[in-house]
């Protein structure tokens, strides 16, 4: 996997550049071919609100007045810190899953904004499934970025005709990855 940055949310692409090329028939560094494996990467993260390459952050969030809070990440690598509402939580405090989720010994305080965590969490490796993936709908969505994306135009009343590639739907393999990955949040 190549260290290249994508242009439209300045993140790592999901698959590999050379991988897409190869399977294009194109150069590497194709601006087109690159900016589908820039949409293709953007849409997966976007539709399974999950940035999906390893991720460090610190967050705020609800408690709930519960003893368990379910993160919003998936694939949980680390908790580097957990406080509560102004109260430092050692590691050996509270447990946590690498399904996203905390659990205490006692209750938390039933107050919003009150919990900050500094986590790790998503792939150091993308996994295979999101790769191909992507790369399928990279694929789809390079002829369109090719050419002209109107077949008309007028620009009286401003009409506009779009050629038939640009209508780039899903792949069953597409939404079942996406349900896979998919970040359902806090509660």
Known sequence: ??????????MTPLADPATLAQKL???EDDASMLLALDLASARFRGQTRNP???TSETVTLDAHGTRSLLLPFMHLV???????NGVFYDSTDFEWSESGMIRLMHPMPDLWRSVQIACTYGYAQIPQD????????????YPMLQSNAYTSYTTGTESRSFNQQLQVGYSAQWSACVNRYRVVGAW
């Open 25 to 27: 028939g194109t150069d």
């Open 130 to 141: 999101v790769q191909e993936a992507v790369l399928d709908l990279a694929t789809s969505m």
């Open 52 to 54: 999906i390459s390893l």
């Open 78 to 84: 680390s908790v580097d810190s957990l406080t509560i």
């Open 1 to 10: 996997m190549t260290d290249q940055t994508q242009q439209f949310e300045q």
